[in-house]
Structures are given as C-alpha cells and as structure tokens.
C-alpha cells in the first residue's frame, strides 16, 4: 500500500512539473515539432515515467533532471527565435525537392527519402501527377509542402469554369533508372515505345532520368538526376 501511495505522490508531482514544462516551451503540435523538439520530449517523458515508477530512484534529483531538460529547452526556443544561425543550426532549414517542376536528387538525398516516398506524399496531399507541382519543400518537422503549378490550382478552375479533362492515374516507368515492365504493360505499351518517346525528347540513356511517368493521353514526363537547386532559391 506504502508503494501505491509513493508512485501516486511521485506521479501527481511529475505530472504538476510536465504541465509547467510544457507551458513554457509553448503549444506547438506534434507535427510542428523539430528534431530537437522532438529529442527533448522523449527524453522528458522517459525521465518522468522513471521516477514516477521507479521508488529508489531519487525523487529530488529526478525533479532537478526534468527541470534542467525543459530550462535547456526554453533556452534553445529563445535563441532560435532571435538567431538565424542558431535556428539554422539547431532545428535545420526546410529542403527542396521539387523546383519547377524537376525533382532535386540531392535534395531527396539529403532529406534521406527516395522517389517512391515523394510520390506517395504527393498522392497524399492530392497530387497523383508530379507534373502538376510547381514546388516540393520538406519542411523542418518532416512534412513535405506542396505548391501546385497555376494552370493546376482548383480555385482557377472552378471560378473560371475552365473545361478539363477527365481524371487519370498516371504510371511510373522508370523509377531510379530502372525501366518498369508491369507498369508499361499495363497501359498496353512496351520498351520499344517509350524508348522511341524518350529518344524524341534527347534521352537515350536512362541512367540520366530519375524518374519518368506516363499519363492516360501517352503523355512521357522525365525527371532527371542531378538537377540542381536555384541559387536564387533561399529558405530560412
């Protein structure tokens, strides 16, 4: 009975310390959080269930650690608010993976994803068809943001009664330079014929293209390797 009552004690002090902790730093989402952010919140909430459980553990000292993690954290918050450098450096700047329309390879790379999950983020976000995006912009807690291109908006379409064309799925045919079989087949066309629609578009090499995509109008997009950022291009 003696333990209930100590881990009772111990929890509704914790549970006091995580409010404050958590009023301080400021209600931001989980889904805005940062890695740093995110670090600190795993970190505290381990401490916290450790010495609300664990009776020999030093309720003094445990007190002292969760206070000191949210005093750090708060401290952090506040130079990444006035330093650009410091939020820089500590939370990251948001990466492009898209720009105008062209996949950025090492912006992929450096955002440790790979052409199959951008596409999926795109399906997600409504975007079954890369050449709809304008931009793709991993931002600094993990979500990508997507900029559709103009002619693309829903809002143009809709208040300016602009006919358009049924809907399609459209298939991905070259993947990482890889040619897709089934994908082709099942639009009902072969290598021969693609290799011929990259040929007209001065692609005879596939190493070249990270990704091309078919659409219902036998329509080939082609994203190259190695396409660089716009230096004009800046994100903070």
């Not at 002090?13 to 902790?21: E, G, K, M, N, S």
């Not at 650009?84 to 450096?89: L, P, Y």
């Not at 045919?173 to 290799?195: P, R, T």
């Amino acid at each position: 009975m003696n333990d209930f009552i100590g881990i009772g004690y111990r929890t509704v002090i914790v549970l006091f310390l995580l409010f404050l902790i958590a009023k301080m730093l400021g209600k931001k989402q989980i889904s805005q959080l940062s890695l740093f952010d995110y670090i600190v919140g795993i970190t505290i909430g381990s401490i916290a269930a450790d010495i609300s459980l664990d009776l020999e553990k030093d309720l003094i000292a445990g007190i002292f650690s969760l206070l000191l993690y949210g005093f750090i954290a708060y401290i952090i918050s506040i130079l990444t608010m006035k330093s650009i450098k410091a939020r820089r450096f500590l939370t990251g700047v948001p990466t492009v993976l898209v720009e105008n329309s062209k996949i950025i390879e090492s912006g992929l790379k450096k955002a440790k994803i790979d052409v199959n999950q951008l596409l999926s983020e795109a399906r997600v976000a409504g975007y079954f068809n890369l050449d709809e995006i304008s931009y793709a912009i991993m931002e600094i807690n993990g979500s990508i943001s997507f900029l559709p291109k103009e002619k693309e908006k829903p809002a143009t379409k809709k208040d300016m009664k602009i006919k358009t064309d049924k809907d399609s799925l459209t298939a991905n045919v070259i993947i990482d330079s890889k040619y897709m079989k089934n994908n082709m087949e099942s639009f009902g066309k072969d290598k021969e014929w693609l290799d011929h629609e990259l040929k007209v578009q001065g692609y005879t090499d596939y190493k070249k293209i990270l990704l091309a995509t078919i659409d219902s109008k036998d329509k080939v997009t082609v994203y190259e390797k190695n396409v660089k950022p716009d230096k004009n291009t800046v994100l903070e």
